[in-house]
């Protein structure tokens, strides 16, 4: 599976942005897909997950209620609405496929995207 994530951006703290992972191949709809998110100096962390139909999704306290998690298994591809931006949400954004189930660890995951650079401005 190759994973190619976009959407990110400059964003004022407060605004929106939607990030979308589109994926390669035929089995998508049968991975859980996950977004994680690095900071400058920091380790990698989970943000959000999905499972392989969309029925169950599971976020970090950091950004409950505000982001959302969602797929669409016809385009091959998964979002990641995000609201109500801070300036600590600041980061690289990743998408991974996990063939097992909805994890959370990094190492829980098969396939990774390239990240794309989210920048929340105070």
């Known amino acids: 599976v190759q994973l190619q994530a976009c959407g990110g951006g400059l964003v004022q703290a407060g605004g929106s942005l939607r990030l979308s992972c589109a994926a390669s191949?035929?089995?998508?709809?049968?991975?859980?897909m996950g977004w994680f998110r690095q900071a400058p100096g920091k380790e990698r962390e989970f943000v959000a997950g999905?499972?392989?139909?969309?029925?169950?999704?599971r976020y970090a306290d950091s950004v409950k209620g505000r982001f959302t998690i969602s797929r669409d298994n016809a385009k091959n591809t998964v979002y990641l609405q995000m609201n109500s931006l801070k300036p600590a949400d600041t980061a690289v954004y990743y998408c991974a496929a996990d063939s097992n189930a909805l994890g959370s660890r990094t190492y829980e995951y098969d396939y990774w995207g390239q990240g794309t650079l989210v920048t929340v401005s105070s």
């Open positions: 999905i499972n392989w139909s969309g029925g169950n999704t």
């Open positions: 191949g035929r089995t998508f709809s049968s991975y859980a």
